[in-house]
């Protein structure tokens, strides 16, 4: 179908004359930076604003707009603290960058199953519980809010900090809370495959000020927030640049502003689409833990493998076990612990990081479900996601009910 050559997450879609006219507002004057005097009408604040607007969205205290959701990651553990000697807990189906950011802040990641709604099982979370573990980062994963009751209870049982990976999942909400504001800090992607885009880019959020002082050092070379005053002197942590600049925060600018329309179209979208066709023998849905996820995409559930692969056949898609690299066994780099050097590698350290292995094959629960899985596109259209069949955020009624009618027949005839 025609409708599916464009791959990418919903925003894109409407990239139009809004963000141009943000851009060009900052290129008009030539402040692309993202600092600057707040009486000079030279600068026109977007990342400042972007984050603002942000930050309202979500209920957030705090926000702070980064190059990217991988280093908003890696900025939310530096923040916490969490280092050598420390191992995080993450779920095996996740985009790597959630399991990378924990290695490069030099920690240990742990791989937990998922359950059948395909975010990280708390049951399991429990089992991979030590003497080492500091952190849980919950991956709300396709939009769907994990079990944050649970993960909450237990984090707190055990004196866990909890980062939320909410890179697919900006804007989606858990018993009327935004992800992202309920753990101690929430990490999201303005990537090209995202809710909202701006290319590349991203935020974290967090209602704690000591941490929201110690991410913006991080990102900024140590500098307090937004450089107030003099700074010599007054710099307590080593940081990186990671600064978000004023081109990308024009884009971000006018794609928060969309969100709230992003978001109901998705889920009105993926609503028709279900009812068209919840009626069909045979057919079984992913658990989703909030109504208010953000609708990105419909997973289909069958009992077996068989089944499962015969359907995708059918739809010209496949199971998401083979869909790619979101599924620990097909990220090769981490089952050999490939970093770049060994220099403060987590997996050289002393007293841990040697003995915890990754192996294909070692979440047999996660395999069993995402081998019996099939996602179908209501605003994320990747195959690298396993949807590179279903609709988009443009999609009209017609073309929902000719999805309907594929997966209608295809159901049919297995
Ligand atoms: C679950 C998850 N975590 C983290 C990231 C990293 O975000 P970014 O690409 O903005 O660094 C992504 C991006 O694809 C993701 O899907």
Redesign the pocket.
């Known amino acids: 179908m025609d409708i599916i050559n464009k791959m990418s997450g919903p925003g894109r879609y409407l990239i139009g004359e809004e963000e141009k006219q943000e851009i060009l507002d900052v290129l008009d004057t030539g402040h692309l930076f993202r600092f600057g005097g707040e009486s000079d009408p030279q600068y026109k604040h977007k990342v400042v604003s972007f984050e603002d607007e942000l930050k309202a969205h979500l209920g957030s205290e705090h926000c702070l707009a980064l190059?990217?959701?991988?280093?908003?990651?890696l900025t939310s553990l530096a923040a916490l603290g969490i280092g050598p000697g420390d191992d995080v807990i993450v779920p095996g189906y996740?985009?790597?960058?959630?399991i990378s950011?924990i290695i490069w802040a030099r920690a240990v990641p742990i791989l937990a199953e998922i359950d059948e709604s395909l975010t990280i099982d708390p049951d399991d979370i429990e089992k991979k519980i030590t003497d080492r573990t500091k952190a849980i980062m919950p991956?709300?994963?396709l939009g769907n809010p994990c079990d944050m009751d649970r993960i909450m209870s237990i984090a707190r049982k055990h004196n866990l900090h909890v980062v939320e990976?909410?890179?697919?999942a900006l804007g989606a909400s858990y018993r009327g809370r935004k992800v992202g504001t309920i753990g101690d800090m929430g990490?999201?992607?303005?990537?090209h495959?995202?809710v909202i885009s701006a290319g590349?880019?991203?935020a974290i959020t967090t209602n704690d000020y000591d941490l929201y002082h110690r991410a913006f050092g991080v990102h900024d070379q140590g500098h307090l927030p937004s450089r107030y005053g003099e700074e010599i002197g007054k710099r307590g942590i080593i940081g990186l640049n990671l600064r978000m600049n004023e081109l990308t925060g024009a884009v971000a600018l006018a794609q928060v502003r969309k969100l709230d329309y992003i978001l109901s179209t998705l889920r009105r979208n993926k609503k028709l689409l279900k009812d068209m066709i919840s009626d069909i023998p045979g057919i079984g849905f992913r658990r989703i833990n909030d109504e208010e996820e953000c609708a990105t995409l419909l997973t289909i559930m069958f009992d077996d493998k068989k089944i499962a692969d015969k359907f995708a056949s059918k739809i010209g898609s496949g199971n998401m076990y083979d869909s790619g690299w979101?599924v620990y066994n097909h990220m090769e780099q981490i089952l050999n612990k490939k970093m770049p050097t060994n220099v403060g590698c987590p997996f050289e350290c002393k007293e841990h990081g040697k003995d915890v292995e990754y192996a294909p094959h070692m979440l047999p629960q996660t395999d069993d479900i995402l081998s019996r899985s099939v996602s179908i596109s209501i605003g994320v259209v990747d195959k690298g996601l396993g949807s590179a069949f279903g609709i988009n955020l443009l999609s009209d009624e017609a073309e929902i009910e000719a999805v309907a009618a594929t997966i209608r027949k295809a159901m049919q005839e297995l």
């Open positions: 190059t990217g959701g991988s280093v908003g990651l996740t985009f790597v960058a959630s950011a991956v709300h994963m990976d909410c890179a697919q990490a999201y992607s303005l990537n495959m995202k590349d880019g991203g979101h």
